[in-house]
């Protein structure tokens, strides 16, 4: 019986280690349209959802700037892990601090697409692997194509044009830098700020996005510059 059991969870573990090995590549493919796994849970639970994808050329380069700079700064330099800031949060925990985010734009696609919500060291563990393996697969436009088009900015609204008509009803193309940098804030916590109706915090946090989007140059060289 046991022997059974540790099959079942062998072969489980194959298949799931096998669904971002197969998808990945397809993934590559431009007229593919990736999902995240909460908007299949919302799918597949019928829950109201909206999510309307559109390519990169579509969406302001402001928003995108603004993304990479408050999210990833070191996006267009690192192999889908930021190994610096990964050894200062591994420094921080077995000092016994608390420890910050570092997680880049490739590992919440990676765990957008493929994991859970939550805080898990189990989860970023695997992410680590699934980022790299993206980073490797897929050019930064796409991941960044793919980011911005599952990313959750409230419950139900799903990826940057959903979330540009949701809250300033206008597309994702016409966004600009004070909505871009709202919109950005929004993305650590989206169930509980509002871009369309911003607190102080979010204005300080907002001004910040601002500065960095227009002093970005060469961090945000490897994607596309066209609106």
Not at 171 to 193: C, D, F, I, M
Not at 197 to 219: E, F, K
């Given at each position: 019986m046991l022997r059974k059991i540790v099959i079942a969870a062998i072969l489980s573990g194959l298949v799931l280690?096998?669904?971002?090995?197969?998808?990945?590549?397809?993934?590559?493919?431009?007229?593919?349209?990736?999902?995240?796994?909460?908007?299949l849970r919302d799918h597949f639970t019928f829950?109201?959802?909206l999510r309307d994808w559109v390519d990169l050329e579509e969406i302001a380069p402001v928003m995108r700037y603004s993304v990479i700079m408050s999210e990833d700064g070191q996006f267009c330099r690192h192999d889908g892990v930021d190994w610096v800031e990964m050894k200062a949060v591994v420094d921080q925990f077995l000092d016994g601090e608390e420890t910050r985010g570092a997680s880049t734009i490739p590992m919440q696609t990676a765990k957008n697409l493929f994991l859970w919500n939550g805080r898990s060291y189990v989860r970023k563990a695997i992410e680590l692997p699934l980022a790299l393996y993206l980073?490797?697969?897929?050019?930064?436009d796409r991941i960044l194509e793919i980011y911005l088009n599952i990313a959750e900015w409230d419950e139900g609204i799903y990826g940057i044009e959903a979330a540009s008509q949701h809250y300033f009803g206008q597309s994702a193309s016409s966004l600009t830098e004070r909505q871009a940098a709202l919109l950005t804030v929004t993305l650590p916590n989206p169930a509980g700020r509002n871009p369309a109706a911003p607190t102080r915090r979010m204005n300080a946090l907002a001004d910040r996005v601002q500065r960095l989007a227009r002093a970005?140059?060469?961090?945000?060289?490897?994607?596309?510059?066209e609106a």
């Amino acid at each position: 019986m046991l022997r059974k059991i540790v099959i079942a969870a062998i072969l489980s573990g194959l298949v799931l280690a096998a669904i971002p090995l197969i998808l990945v590549p397809v993934y590559t493919i431009q007229p593919v349209h990736p999902v995240s796994t909460l908007i299949l849970r919302d799918h597949f639970t019928f829950r109201p959802y909206l999510r309307d994808w559109v390519d990169l050329e579509e969406i302001a380069p402001v928003m995108r700037y603004s993304v990479i700079m408050s999210e990833d700064g070191q996006f267009c330099r690192h192999d889908g892990v930021d190994w610096v800031e990964m050894k200062a949060v591994v420094d921080q925990f077995l000092d016994g601090e608390e420890t910050r985010g570092a997680s880049t734009i490739p590992m919440q696609t990676a765990k957008n697409l493929f994991l859970w919500n939550g805080r898990s060291y189990v989860r970023k563990a695997i992410e680590l692997p699934l980022a790299l393996y993206l980073n490797l697969v897929v050019s930064k436009d796409r991941i960044l194509e793919i980011y911005l088009n599952i990313a959750e900015w409230d419950e139900g609204i799903y990826g940057i044009e959903a979330a540009s008509q949701h809250y300033f009803g206008q597309s994702a193309s016409s966004l600009t830098e004070r909505q871009a940098a709202l919109l950005t804030v929004t993305l650590p916590n989206p169930a509980g700020r509002n871009p369309a109706a911003p607190t102080r915090r979010m204005n300080a946090l907002a001004d910040r996005v601002q500065r960095l989007a227009r002093a970005s140059g060469d961090y945000v060289g490897c994607v596309k510059t066209e609106a």
